[in-house]
Antibody
Framework: EVQLVESGGGSVQPGGSLRLSCAAS????????MSWVRQAPGKGLEWVAS????????YYVDSVKGRFTISRDNAKNSLYLQMNSLRADDTAVYYC?????????WGQGTLVTVSS | DVVMTQSPLSLPVTLGQPASISCRSS???????????LNWFQQRPGQSPRRLIY???NRDSGVPDRFSGSGSGTDFTLKISRVEAEDVGVYYC?????????FGQGTKVEIK
């Protein structure tokens, strides 16, 4: 059974940093693109970033470029999102998802709240 | 960026009746490999999104056959042949052809 479990969310002040993790199991992690998608409270879905199987290609939505970094450790079956210079509008549930052109499996999400 | 425009944004439906959601993209979603990477997702209240349809018309495993997708180029449709109570939620289209990936605004399906 495919499982994606996010962790690392929490409350942080504007300008602060957080590192999200996603533990994957039930499939060959190194064989799949992986993505982060977020959802602000009461709002729609927004794709954040994707990373290729070997980490050689990474793509970001413009609003997080230069502040967020997606990475992966295939030996640990884990996906990460390093978030720096956080702003209030980064407040959202962050989902880890398998795939890029059409994320098939999704985690339960982890809430990030940016507030003073 | 490719803008995905859904309509309607709210869809009250009677149980057992059909429902249809439109999704239009600002650019063609045909990729260089000939594939069209248009997906539909369902998000029930309090749950994570679930992919229903990929590449326009392919139903994911476990998705009831009352859900169907169609379309081409820039114009796509999700149809529910007979709405059931468990279909309540928000439906999103998403394009996976261009970077950055983009979602539609979402269509809220509720029972009349």
């Amino acid at each position: 059974e495919v499982q994606l479990v996010e962790s690392g969310g929490g409350s942080v002040q504007p300008g602060g940093s957080l590192r999200l993790s996603c533990a994957a199991s039930g499939f060959t992690f190194s064989g799949h693109w992986m993505s982060w998608v977020r959802q602000a409270p009461g709002k729609g879905l927004e794709w954040v970033a994707s990373i290729k199987q070997d980490g050689s290609e990474k793509y970001y939505v413009d609003s997080v470029k230069g502040r967020f970094t997606i990475s992966r450790d295939n030996a640990k079956n884990s996906l990460y999102l390093q978030m720096n210079s956080l702003r209030a509008d980064d407040t959202a549930v962050y989902y880890c998802a398998r795939g890029s052109w059409g994320p098939h499996y999704w985690g339960q999400g982890t809430l990030v709240t940016v507030s003073s | 960026d490719v803008v995905m425009t859904q309509s309607p944004l709210s869809l009250p439906v009677t149980l057992g009746q059909p429902a249809s959601i439109s999704c239009r993209s600002s650019q063609t979603l045909v990729y260089s490999d000939g594939g069209t990477y248009l997906n539909w997702f369902q998000q029930r209240p309090g749950q994570s999104p679930r992919r229903l349809i990929y590449k326009v018309s392919n139903r994911d495993s476990g998705v009831p056959d009352r859900f169907s997708g169609s379309g081409s180029g820039t114009d796509f449709t999700l149809k529910i042949s007979r709405v059931e109570a468990e279909d309540v939620g928000v439906y999103y289209c998403m394009q996976g052809t261009h970077w950055p990936r983009t979602f539609g605004q979402g269509t809220k399906v509720e029972i009349k």
